[in-house]
DNA sequence: TACAAGTAAGTTTTT
DNA sequence: CTTACTTGTA
């Protein structure tokens, strides 16, 4: 190391090595951060409340291991978003240099995905193969469903969206598909057979095709560690640390990926919070960190419990709402952050005045000197933000959204992201179909007969013209995409590809949506501009599936502002994030929990989810819920807070029943 | 036979 | 607002 560095100045005697390191982890770290940072060899689970410094843990951890010597390609820090790991490098940055770039970092699914690509050809995969995202999931499944012959029977046939979801679930849960529909879906009880029997040409379907779902990627990796003992240790040798953020997220796959990765040393450091597993849905359980000690005997457990992130008054609401659940959880947050405020539940008339109090709440902090970026709102559905995103057009005030429809999932954006997939894996048969059935005059029948004779051979682009000779009218429709294809097969930049589609497309998305196409043109653009740092089509097509950009800044906005963006997000996107001031809208019931959590488990997880919500804020806290709203059902109905809210004392959240601003007049330009 | 248009129903959360 | 299935047209 050439810098030379000030020893510490405290008195206690460090571990003489610790002389040497540039950053002072006694002095900046309590505790129990500093045991865990400390920790070098062997499986350690930190369970780590809300707001207690989890993140800056997992930092300081990276920065002492590198300056102890590990090199940085040997730690692996498993992310919940790529995000994450890469906001979590930068600011390891801060501590060590640049050093900290050479640690590998990513999503469970973005590291498997890598993984397979390099290492999958010897349980047969090939190394161009396509992910599949749950749309594409669903169009495969739709499509086998029409030629099974279960879409036009007179029995009721689950929907592609159904089918997708209890097969999907399955795996995740890594149970039997008939032992999914038994516990999650009885009332698919009796389509059993036929969903099974679909279920497996889906799964012949991806084989032939070299096509592979998200859940594929975690489970065919397993798969291969599991059967492959050369590619086991090869990658357990690699990454000789392993780090694993937001562990109580995590599912029995994920779970087994990370013994099966650890087995040559048991370096595994898993992060997370009991108290704020909210992805059941996705087949994580809150008992898998529990479990995490019984995977790995001989396990350090530490427990974080003080929070730096919020004042008590906001803790208070949060404690009150976790310790009505069910499970008790392993332990009580507590701040030495004083302050005055008091968090707040609003009542508000109806949608619209929840809306404009929020709206006005946040000029009045601009006003205050709070910028736009310390502030969020939160909600339980994405739907729930759609009056005050309204409002807040109308009232000039930028914001981003988080969470929700993404625009990568846009016809008009998978129909230009397909005519780069042929090109990747001519095998894909999905994108196949959704580019010839773009053309006028080919519908689903001749498309399919089409994608036979296309993706079997060796020059798709003429296979497709000499097919095209059959096919009548369309015949120079598909002359031109032979064209266009052959032209993409030719250039090497994805951004320039784009460019090249562009040019086939615009043409017949025009024509396909005449009364939007100038916003989806836009969209366009911006997925070109997004795409000029990508260097091969592969990791571009890649990313768009497993990390889409999905901030979709609000299209009225063509600048960004100075002040930054207020923030909108669902709380499930809200997830390991934090600002100053937090409003959390539609704490209704009937939204917040939804009608369709019925279970009581799902009622636990919905809890979670409030007690997440509310530990995002630092400073001010608001909640707030209409008191009339409109049930499709029922018209309007008395709304009624959130039964979470109803065990919180008043004197810890006291309500606030809302006058109607006068200087606002009532019916606004919206709608 | 194959495609296009029209009508009717269902809707969380994410990699 | 999207998706699914029926009906209408070449």
């Known amino acids: 190391m050439a810098d030379q560095v000030i020893a510490l100045k405290r008195d206690s005697s460090p571990p003489p090595d610790e002389r040497n390191f540039r950053v002072k982890y006694a002095e900046v770290l309590n505790p129990a951060q500093l045991e865990a940072v400390r920790h070098r060899e062997g499986p350690l689970l930190v369970i780590a409340g809300a707001g207690s410094g989890k993140t800056r843990t997992l930092i300081y951890r990276v920065a002492r291991l590198i300056e102890s010597g590990v090199p940085p390609a040997a730690i692996l820090l498993l992310t919940f978003t790529r995000r994450a790991a890469q906001e979590m490098l930068r600011r390891a940055g801060h501590l060590i240099g640049d050093r900290s770039q050479g640690v590998a970092g990513g999503t469970f699914h973005s590291f498997a995905h890598l993984a397979l690509r390099r290492f999958g050809a010897p349980i047969g995969i090939q190394p161009n193969f396509t992910i599949l995202d749950r749309s594409d999931m669903e169009d495969v499944v739709n499509l086998l469903r029409t030629r099974m012959g279960f879409a036009s029977r007179e029995q009721r046939f689950p929907k592609k969206r159904a089918l997708a979801e209890v097969v999907s679930m399955a795996r995740n849960k890594s149970r039997a598909l008939e032992a999914e529909i038994e516990a999650d879906f009885p009332h698919l009880r009796e389509h059993a057979g036929d969903i099974l029997r679909l279920a497996a040409s889906y799964e012949a379907y991806k084989h032939e095709h070299a096509l592979l779902d998200y859940d594929d990627l975690l489970c065919r990796l397993a798969e291969l560690l599991r059967t492959d003992q050369p590619t086991r240790h090869r990658l357990s040798d690699t990454y000789r640390y392993m780090m694993i953020d937001e562990y109580q997220d995590t599912n029995l796959i994920q ?72 499970e008790k959880y392993t332990k009580v947050l507590f701040t030495r952050r004083e302050g005055g405020f008091r968090p707040l539940l609003v009542r508000a008339q109806d949608e619209h005045t929840q809306s404009r109090f929020v709206a006005q709440r946040v000029l009045e902090l601009r006003e205050e000197g709070v910028a736009l970026d310390e502030i969020a709102v939160l909600f339980r559905s994405s739907f729930h933000s759609f009056d005050l995103e309204l409002e807040l057009q109308r009232r000039d005030i930028p914001f981003i959204k988080r969470g929700g429809f993404k625009f990568i999932e846009t016809a008009h954006v998978k129909d230009l992201l397909a005519h780069l997939r042929v090109v990747a894996n001519p095998a894909d048969a999905v994108s196949w179909l ?40 369309a015949e120079s429709e598909l002359g031109r995409l032979s064209g266009l294809l052959a032209e993409l097969r030719a250039s090497a930049r994805p951004a320039e590809q784009i460019a090249i589609v562009l040019n086939y497309y615009l043409p017949l998305m025009r024509e396909a949506y005449p009364d939007d196409y100038p916003k989806r043109e836009r969209d366009l653009e911006h997925l070109q501009a997004i795409t000029e740092r990508y260097r091969s089509l592969e990791s571009m ?131």
């Open 255 to 326: 779970a087994e990926l990370v013994r099966l990765l650890a087995a040559a040393h048991h370096n595994v450091m898993a992060v997370g919070d009991d108290a704020q597993s909210i992805y059941s849905f996705r087949g994580a359980n809150f008992r898998n960190i529990m479990e995490f000690p019984a995977l790995f005997p001989g396990t350090k457990v530490v427990k974080l419990e003080e929070n730096y992130r919020s004042i008590q008054g906001i803790l208070d609401v949060a404690n009150e709402v976790i310790s009505l659940a069910r």
């Open 434 to 473: 959704r580019i010839l059935m773009l053309i006028r005059g080919v519908g689903s029948r001749r498309a399919e007969r089409l994608v036979e004779t296309v993706v079997d051979s060796a020059d798709p682009a003429t296979a497709l013209a000499a097919a095209a000779k059959a096919a009548g009218k």
């Open 541 to 671: 097509l890649a990313d768009m599936a497993l990390e889409p950009p999905n901030d979709s800044i609000g299209d009225v906005l063509a600048i960004d502002p100075d002040e930054g963006y207020l923030t909108l997000s669902t709380i499930h996107s809200a997830k390991g994030l934090e600002w100053k001031v937090v409003f959390l809208i539609w704490a209704a019931d009937g939204r917040f929990p939804g009608p369709q959590s019925a279970s009581p488990e799902d009622l636990e997880e919905e809890r979670r989810l409030m007690y997440v919500a509310g530990t995002r804020a630092r400073d001010e806290l608001y909640i707030s819920y209409p008191m009339y709203m409109f049930d499709r059902a029922m018209g309007y109905v008395m709304g009624r807070a959130s039964r979470f809210l109803e065990g919180v004392r008043p004197e810890v959240l006291p309500t606030a029943v809302l006058e109607e601003a006068a200087e606002e007049p009532l019916d606004g330009e919206g709608k």
